[in-house]
Structures are given as structure tokens and as C-alpha cells.
């Protein structure tokens, strides 16, 4: 076995460091300008552990459970320092109030009932949300987020919410073995990105793309990808 993945969880880091610096390079991109969130979704708090060691500090879980179980063992502040949580999964409405006390950004904003939910429950907590509003690009009806042209119109419709900051655009590309397939699709999510900051609204501000994930993150980084999310190739494979 050649190709065998490095055996730790800091080896398998340092490799997809190196893999995320050499595609900024490749789109002449400053690697401070991409986040890597590493996707500890069904590995336990102390696989999060052992990452924070290793030096990361961004991690995305799907599930609100899980989201809350681990953030609330502070694995970063245990170990000297602070990390951010990334909710990055679909959100029911009656657990918006776990996500504003837990989550440092929302990936999945899908509604306009959903962002009712959340601004109300943050105004509660005295909290503001950051959030990125998900895009089926793909065109897959099994998926959630609104469809392209549905975007601008949720946009406007969120300048009476005063306790959610939308940063961006958030998209799950369609699967596939071969990266170069889904280009297409980061490519329609950053030009939705750049069309919709032309439209001036002062309440938004589109400059986060979350695109890309262990078998495509390298493409979504030249496309222009801010923040990548990354789970099996770093946790190892999901049973
Ligand atoms: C699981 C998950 C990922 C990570 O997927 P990998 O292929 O394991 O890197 C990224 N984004 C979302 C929304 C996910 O649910």
C-alpha cells in the first residue's frame, strides 16, 4: 500500500496544509485568505482534541447534538487556547436557540422562517449570527439551500434582522470522482457571490465562500473558496 493515508491525525494535517498552500499558490491566492474547517462530525471530542494540538482551530459539525456535545467541552480553551465551531449541517427551526449559543458561524441559512428563528432567538441570547446562505448549485432535489435565482430575494428580505450578519454563500457541489466536474458549480457560486454584492444592500456582506471538501477542495480554493470543509481526509473515513 503505497498510497497509504499518514497513520496520524497530525501527519494527515500537515499533508492537507500543504495540499491547500499549494493551490493558493496555483490561483495566486494569499493562503490566509482560505479557512480550513475540519469536519469532526461522528468522531468523538477527543479525535477535536487531538486536531487542536496538531493546530487546528475550525471545526464543522452537521448535527446540533453533536455541535453542542463537543463545543461544550471547550476542547480549545482546555488545551490553552480558543476554537471556533461551524454549523454547517441543515437546521430545524426549534433548534435555532442551541445554535446561537454554540455556533461562531452558520453555514446552512436556507429560509426566510428559518432566519425569523434565529434572529429572534439571538436577539434573546444578546447575540449576533453570523451566517452564509446555502446554494443548491447542483441542482440535486434531494439537497437542501435555494436554487440560484432564489437568493437575491432571501437577501432582501433579511435587512429587518439585526441579530444575523450574512457573510456569503455556502454550496455542497455535486458528489463526484473526478473535481474537475463540479468546477462548474464554484464557479456559479462565486459569480452569485459577486452579482449579489453589486446589488449594494447595506445589510449583508457577501465576501465568504464555503465550497469544497476532501475531494474537491483543491478546485474550490483556485475557484475561490474562503472557507474549505474537510472532514475525512483528516478524522479518516466515516463508518
Ligand atoms: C460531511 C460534510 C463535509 C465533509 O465531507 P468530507 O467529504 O468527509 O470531507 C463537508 N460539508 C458538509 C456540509 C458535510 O456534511
Request: aromatic share 4%; with cysteine.
Amino acid at each position: 500500500m503505497i498510497n497509504a493515508p499518514p497513520h496520524t491525525l497530525a501527519d494527515r494535517l500537515e499533508q492537507l496544509q500543504e495540499r491547500i498552500t499549494r493551490a493558493c499558490q496555483r490561483a495566486g491566492r494569499d493562503r490566509k485568505e482560505v479557512t480550513l474547517v475540519g469536519v469532526s462530525k461522528t468522531f468523538p471530542a477527543e479525535a477535536v482534541s487531538e486536531a487542536f494540538e496538531a493546530g487546528l482551530r475550525d471545526f464543522g459539525e452537521n448535527k446540533v447534538q453533536e455541535l453542542v456535545a463537543k463545543a461544550s467541552l471547550r476542547p480549545g480553551e482546555r488545551n490553552g487556547g480558543h476554537c471556533r465551531w461551524h454549523m454547517i449541517g441543515h437546521l430545524q427551526r426549534n433548534k435555532a436557540k442551541e445554535v446561537i449559543a454554540h455556533a461562531d458561524l452558520f453555514h446552512a441559512l436556507d429560509s426566510l422562517r428559518l432566519a425569523k428563528e434565529l434572529d429572534k432567538r439571538a436577539a434573546q441570547q444578546g447575540r449576533m449570527l453570523p451566517c452564509l446562505v446555502q446554494v443548491n448549485v447542483s441542482n440535486e432535489d434531494t439537497k437542501f439551500g435555494l436554487l440560484p435565482r432564489q437568493v437575491g430575494g432571501l437577501l432582501d428580505q433579511l435587512a429587518p434582522f439585526k441579530n444575523l450578519k450574512v457573510l456569503g454563500l455556502m454550496t455542497l457541489a455535486s458528489p463526484s470522482d473526478n473535481p474537475e466536474r463540479v468546477r462548474p458549480e464554484f464557479q456559479q457560486l462565486r459569480r452569485l457571490l459577486e452579482d449579489e454584492d453589486k446589488q449594494g444592500r447595506s445589510h449583508v456582506f457577501l465576501r465568504h465562500l464555503s465550497m469544497g471538501m476532501s475531494g474537491d477542495f483543491e478546485v474550490a480554493i483556485e475557484e475561490g473558496a474562503t472557507l474549505i470543509r474537510v472532514g475525512s481526509l483528516l478524522f479518516g473515513a466515516r463508518s
